[in-house]
DNA sequence: CTTGACCTTGCCATGATGGTAAGGTTCATA
DNA sequence: TATGAACCTTACCATCATGGCAAGGTCAAG
């Protein structure tokens, strides 16, 4: 299975498959006689795991322990449970700061007139705020 | 008043002033004659502007028209809230993501028994989820 | 005159991803 | 068999906002 295939199967790019490579997220694999990477179906696996951490959120670094805890036998869950708490704490942390954001942004959106005049809620409240 | 008081006067680092400077947020300034940058009144309003927008989470490409519209009397606030509508499209989206991220994150912590075992539904769900 | 706090510019790093360029390989078809 | 399309390789640059560091100039107080 060349490098597009595994792209494919995986939903991942090219491009990033090499880089996880790179960054040691993948163990190098075999290579055709003219250098092309070969993917056997335990690195399909491994990719796609990859790619689910990545959807929730995951950072590369983080992946990187988990799919060692993955692979090894003598894991603690109590450590990967750490990790996912770590990351959801990050998450939930991101979340707070955007609905702040929305909150002030509807608030200034809704005060706008949008009627082609140069007076500016918007504008006014970026200027000097009234509430923060 | 110098790049440190004008950075301490609107929370901004004077690295990111100078950064500002460099990207046409902001007008170079005058300069004294040992070259040091020379902070007027009206500067630091523009930089508190500056701030308030990254603070909502407007790009500094936003910042630049948001700017210009402030500084223009011609202006029409339809484009103004047009812009930030956009981002409040954006920050909607993402909000999403993370809200779904949280979802998933947070059911995977809680099935996790934590109690030193190597079975682990954290991984489980990675490696193969059930849904997704 | 020295010292410490400030300023200057310039370069490098982050993190995950995309793009591009220059070149080699493989395979099907003309 | 030759050619071209579709694939692969590496290497470099860009994004975006921010921080850090280094080497050097400036200023004010002791």
């Given at each position: 299975m060349n490098i597009g295939q595994a792209a494919t199967a995986t939903g991942l790019s090219a491009k990033m498959i090499r880089h996880y490579e790179q960054s040691g997220l993948l163990q190098p694999t075999q290579r055709s006689e003219a250098g092309y990477r070969q993917y056997q179906p335990k690195d399909i696996e491994i990719l796609k795991f990859i790619r689910r951490a990545r959807v929730l959120g995951f950072s590369l670094a983080d992946i990187v322990g988990l799919l060692a805890l993955w692979q090894n036998?003598?894991?603690?869950n109590t450590v990967v449970k750490q990790v996912a708490q770590q990351h959801l704490a990050e998450v939930e942390l991101k979340l707070q700061e955007l609905h702040a954001m929305k909150q002030t942004l509807q608030q200034m959106i809704a005060q706008c007139?949008?009627?082609?005049?140069?007076?500016?809620a918007i504008l006014q409240h970026l200027a000097k705020p009234t509430r923060s």
């Open positions: 036998p003598q894991r603690s007139a949008a009627d082609g005049g140069a007076h500016c």
